[in-house]
């Protein structure tokens, strides 16, 4: 008998890609269900989702929110458990067909890396997995009965347009990028910049570490390292286009001159729909884009100069081994101190070069390698600001 409902596991519940996900879930309650739910430390929120949604088992990394999260949920058939081990084992349970990695961040990897041994559908939201670990992590999934489905809208786009195509008949992928609050000002306004400043992206709604990386476009240097090893496209076939409307997700380039590009409006639901119900397109009420609204559509390059952490991403996923590892742990201290107000944003590229530059190389890391390389990175990442902190 065919199953009916497709078991999900949101790792990462609620963040913005993860409650959005559980929007999908509750709309199309007949084809699926959410059996596993995780977060770091918001019990909170995560017990009220477990509550409306009933999975068969929560996750909490934070050792403080355990207790708090198990007590609330005392009176229901729900197991609660906490820590990194848990979640991996969460995203292998044979109950789960797809796993949402909503994490954020390096924390992503290792239940990816678990999803991918127990062949589970993948629904990629977690773009630091690939930019730690491309290699191995496509390299795996080759050998294994998972398959990757990106949720990234960018990424989903360039998916979708090729779909019906094939890889050695597409010559190049046009990764669009808003250009972030900051694509109108000068290097001396960027002195300037507020947090606040920072986190008013004018399109999307994300959280806050996803928010300042668009804003420094650091964000696009990863996109493009991801879109680099889930399409098996060489980095100088990759070219970022500043498209400010956010309509055209991204686009391919043919061999025969042809550019192929998916449009839509900027909500994250769609590409998340896309990915859940794949390969069928699901029907929904949610207002489509009208092109009415958009009498015109702009694109441009961006500012290498302005933006050097982009440039960094290049550097990094040219030199390969473990450099895009080292570039994504220092990105995550920078963005935390800046987030906490220890540095400026312009001081970002600075402590990003030092750790890329200080930290040892290796061009053919083990998976273990690349766990080292990171706990590296971050006490390179440390000494600078111990120098550098306001």
């Known amino acids: 008998m065919e199953k009916v409902k497709k078991n999900i596991a949101v790792l990462g519940s609620t963040g913005s890609i993860g409650t959005q996900t559980l929007d999908i879930i509750e709309e199309y309650p007949d084809m699926f269900h959410a059996s596993v739910l995780t977060a770091r430390h918001n019990w909170e929120l995560l017990a009220h989702q477990a509550r409306k949604f009933m ?44 796993v949402v990695t909503a994490m954020v961040g390096y924390s992503g990897l290792l239940p990816t890396i678990s999803a991918i041994k127990a062949g589970k559908t993948i ?102 390292i991801e879109a680099r090893w889930l399409f098996d496209c060489p980095p100088d076939n990759i070219e970022i286009v500043v498209h400010p409307q956010s309509i055209v997700h991204s686009m391919v380039e043919f061999v025969d001159g042809s550019i192929k590009a998916q449009l839509g409006v900027t909500d994250m639901h769609l590409p998340i729909r896309y990915a859940l119900g794949y390969p069928r397109r699901l029907p929904t009420d949610t207002p489509p884009l ?31 081994g473990n450099m895009p590892c080292i570039l994504n742990a220092a990105n995550e201290k920078g963005v935390a101190a800046f987030l906490n107000e220890r540095i400026r944003f312009v001081d970002m590229p600075h402590l990003v070069e030092f750790v890329m530059s200080s930290t040892p190389f290796i061009p053919n890391p083990s998976l273990n390698d690349l766990i080292e390389s990171n706990s590296e990175a971050l006490l390179r990442a440390d000494e600078w600001l111990a120098l550098n902190s306001k």
């Open 55 to 98: 999975p068969s088992l929560v996750v909490v990394t934070d050792p403080e929110a355990f207790n708090s999260l198990r007590e609330a949920l005392a009176d229901l058939p729900i197991k609660v458990d906490l820590g990194a081990e848990a979640i991996c084992e969460g995203a292998s349970l044979p109950e789960v067909d797809t």
């Open 123 to 224: 629904a990629l939201a977690n773009k630091e997995t690939l930019v730690v670990a491309g290699e191995i992590i496509t390299g795996m999934v080759r050998d294994s009965a998972s398959v990757i489905i990106p949720v990234d809208s960018e990424h989903s786009a360039i998916f979708q347009c090729l779909v019906g195509e094939t890889t050695k008949e597409a010559r190049k992928i046009l990764l669009t990028a808003s250009g972030g609050p900051f694509r109108k000002h000068s290097l001396q306004d960027l002195e300037k910049v507020t947090v606040r400043d920072a986190l008013r992206h004018p399109n999307w709604s994300m959280g806050a570490k996803v928010t300042i990386d668009s804003a420094s476009m650091m964000n696009k240097g990863f996109e493009m």
């Open 290 to 320: 009208s092109l009415s609204q958009y009498s015109t559509l702009t694109f441009e390059a961006p500012d290498y100069k302005k933006f050097p952490l982009l440039g960094f991403a290049f550097e990094a996923i040219k030199k390969g």
